[in-house]
């Protein structure tokens, strides 16, 4: 069994900055090849955001975050960061982190088996 847990939330002026944390734990977790960062707005559907490879560090992400957001992680720590800049009112969202049992395929979010609660984003415009 694998657990997630997010957080770094919270309210921030745009064009401000958080940097959003996800704990891994569990027995199994070294199953998992990938961990990714998604989010959903209340009305809309859930979006991805930015994964990366615990294998070899392959990161990706949306092109609405590319040059704002960072994805990177402590391996030691089983931790996986997300950190956002420049941010708008349109990254106002619930951020939810998951992990994979692919290699790639990081952007889709039927292959992630595993979620975590979520942490709230509110921007302010």
């Known amino acids: 069994q694998v657990t997630l847990v997010e957080s770094g939330g919270g309210l921030v002026q745009a064009g401000g900055s958080l940097r959003l944390s996800c704990a891994a734990s569990g027995p199994t977790f070294m199953h998992y090849y990938t961990l990714g960062w998604f989010r959903q707005a209340p009305g809309k559907e859930r979006e991805f955001v930015a994964a990366m490879s615990w294998i070899d560090d392959t990161t990706v992400y949306a092109d609405s975050v590319k040059g704002r957001f960072t994805i990177s992680r402590d391996a030691a720590k089983n931790t996986l960061f997300l950190q956002m800049s420049n941010l708008k009112s349109e990254d106002t969202s619930m951020y939810f982190c998951?992990?994979?049992?692919?290699?790639?395929?990081?952007?889709?979010?039927?292959?992630?088996?595993?979620w975590g609660q979520g942490t709230q984003v509110t921007i302010s415009s």
């Open positions: 998951a992990a994979s049992r692919m290699r790639d395929r990081y952007s889709e979010a039927d292959w992630y088996g595993i």
